[in-house]
């Protein structure tokens, strides 16, 4: 079982939509969780990071922890077609002197005119 | 990517090459990190550099060297390359000093034919 498990999709929306991204893990010792969007040919851009459960919320997009579910979500609102991308979790803790990452394999959002 | 320059951006060798990519990071921070991503793999730290001097394996080191020259760059060495090692390598650096969240280089697309 992976510690990161991620829906590839792809997944595809009208424009509008409200969009629902989501990854489970298994390593209780993740403390911090973040979402990384990647358009295609270019590297991940980091989007939004949280440490605590519950919700932090930046313009269009909400990122959702539940730590006694191993769950967290990131939440697109009045999604554009620019937001067509991969985004990726990714989940991280402190060990050995350095920031031990995880990511998701990506889910691949096409979000359409 | 804005403070991570990688080169070259694309490259085909032949089993058995040896290359060298290269990795440059503007920002003044310590630690420097090389990743691999292949399809449903996600994201792989192959090594990384917490400070100038300093190189750790991380999770897929297997055939893989690396130089941490200065604490501007950090290169990954392919010393006899393989056709399990094509794929896409990004390096990256913290978003911010001493926080959690990277800031990725473009990316080099290695094939190994």
């Known amino acids: 079982q992976k510690e990161v498990e991620q829906d590839p999709g792809p997944l595809s929306v009208p424009e509008g939509a409200i969009v629902s991204l989501n990854c489970t893990y298994s390593?209780?010792?993740?403390?911090?969780f973040m979402w990384y969007r990647q358009y295609s040919r270019k590297g991940p851009e980091l989007l939004m990071y949280?440490?605590?459960?519950g919700n932090k919320e930046d313009g269009r997009f909400t990122a959702q922890v539940d730590k006694s579910s191993k769950y967290i979500s990131l939440f697109i609102r009045d999604s554009q077609p620019s937001d067509s991308a991969t985004y990726l979790c990714?989940?991280?803790?402190?060990?050995?002197?350095?920031?031990?990452?995880?990511f998701g394999t990506g889910t691949k959002l096409q979000v359409i005119p | 990517n804005a403070g991570v320059t990688q080169t070259p951006k694309f490259q085909v060798l032949k089993t058995g090459q040896s290359m060298t990519l290269q990795c440059a990071q503007d920002?003044?921070?310590?630690?420097m990190y090389w990743y691999r991503q292949d399809p449903g793999m996600g994201l792989r730290l192959i090594y990384y550099?917490?400070?100038?001097?300093?190189?750790d394996k991380g999770e897929v080191p297997n055939g893989y060297n690396v130089s941490r020259l200065n604490k501007r760059e950090f290169s990954l060495r392919l010393e006899s390359a393989a056709p399990s090692q094509t794929s896409v390598y990004f390096c990256?650096?913290?978003?911010?000093?001493?926080?959690?969240?990277?800031?990725f280089g473009s990316g080099t697309r290695l094939t190994v034919v």
């Open positions: 990714a989940m991280s803790f402190y060990s050995g002197g350095y920031q031990k990452v995880t």
């Open positions: 990256a650096t913290p978003l911010v000093a001493g926080a959690y969240g990277y800031t």
């Open positions: 550099s917490a400070s100038e001097g300093t190189t």
């Open positions: 949280t440490y605590s459960s």
């Open positions: 920002m003044n921070h310590n630690s």
């Open positions: 390593n209780s010792a993740f403390q911090y």
